[in-house]
T-cell receptor, first 110, second 114 residues
Framework: TQLLEQSPQFLSIQEGENLTVYCNSSSVFSSLQWYRQEPGEGPVLLVTVVTGGEVKKLKRLTFQFGDARKDSSLHITAAQPGDTGLYLCAGETSGSRLTFGEGTQLTVNP | DAGITQSPRHKVTETGTPVTLRCHQTENHRYMYWYRQDPGHGLRLIHYSYGVKDTDKGEVSDGYSVSRSKTEDFLLTLESATSSQTSVYFC?????????????FGSGTQLSVL
C-alpha cells in the first residue's frame, strides 16, 4: 500500500501552459519534500515544507503544504521544456524515514 | 553537485551470482542510504547507515546486505542475485537524520539479473 499517492501519474503539456500535480496521503507528515528526477540521473531535492499551510516559491514553481499536513501540491507557471522530468514527493512522519510517492512524469513539449 | 559516485553504472549478471555495488562520497556526511527504484513502486529503502559499522534495515532488505567500513564508502551486496532484483539502485547521503533528512542522490546503477 502506497503511503503517498501522486496524481496524475503522467502529464504531457505544451510549453507555456500552467499545471498542478498533487501528493496525497491519509497520514500526517512532519515534513514533505519534492524532488525532480531527469532520465539517467538521481532525484534532486527542490524544496522542503514543514508547516501546515506553508507556501514556498522557487522561480516558476510554487509548493504548498496542506493545512492538515496530509497533502501537498506543486504548481508550475508557464512550463518550459526544461521542466520535463519525474516529480517525486517524499513525506516524513514523526520518527520515521522518508517515504516516496511513485511520481508524476511531466513532459513539456516545445 | 554533491560528491557521490556510484559504481558500476551498469551491470548485467546471472541468477545466483553475488553482486556488489559501491557508493563513494566526498561530503563526509554521516548518513548513507541504498534505494531501489522500480515502476509501480517508486523509491524504496533497502538499507541505511548512520555511521561507520552502524547499519539498519529498510523496507525491502531481504536478499541484500551492506557494509560501511569507512565514512566515505557504503557497499550493497546481493548475496545471490535473483531476477526480482533487476532494478535501478540509488545511493543517497544526508548530513542529518530525521526530521531534517535531506537526501542527495548518486546517478544510479542499472542492474539486470538474467
Amino acid at each position: 500500500t502506497q503511503l503517498l499517492e501522486q496524481s496524475p501519474q503522467f502529464l504531457s503539456i505544451q510549453e507555456g501552459e500552467n499545471l498542478t500535480v498533487y501528493c496525497n496521503s491519509s497520514s500526517v507528515f512532519s515534513s514533505l519534500q519534492w524532488y525532480r528526477q531527469e532520465p539517467g540521473e538521481g532525484p534532486v531535492l527542490l524544496v522542503t515544507v514543514v508547516t501546515g499551510g506553508e507556501v514556498k516559491k522557487l522561480k516558476r514553481l510554487t509548493f504548498q503544504f496542506g493545512d492538515a499536513r496530509k497533502d501537498s501540491s506543486l504548481h508550475i507557471t508557464a512550463a518550459q521544456p526544461g521542466d520535463t522530468g519525474l516529480y517525486l514527493c517524499a513525506g516524513e512522519t514523526s520518527g520515521s524515514r522518508l517515504t516516496f510517492g511513485e511520481g508524476t512524469q511531466l513532459t513539456v513539449n516545445p | 553537485d554533491a560528491g557521490i559516485t556510484q559504481s558500476p553504472r551498469h551491470k548485467v549478471t546471472e541468477t545466483g551470482t553475488p553482486v556488489t555495488l559501491r557508493c563513494h562520497q566526498t561530503e563526509n556526511h554521516r548518513y548513507m542510504y541504498w534505494y531501489r527504484q522500480d515502476p509501480g513502486h517508486g523509491l524504496r529503502l533497502i538499507h541505511y547507515s548512520y555511521g561507520v559499522k552502524d547499519t539498519d534495515k529498510g523496507e525491502v532488505s531481504d536478499g541484500y546486505s551492506v557494509s560501511r567500513s569507512k565514512t566515505e564508502d557504503f557497499l550493497l551486496t546481493l548475496e545471490s542475485a535473483t531476477s526480482s532484483q533487476t532494478s535501478v539502485y540509488f545511493c543517497a547521503i544526508s548530513p542529518d537524520r530525521a526530521p531534517n533528512e535531506k537526501l542527495f542522490f548518486g546517478s544510479g546503477t542499472q542492474l539486470s539479473v538474467l
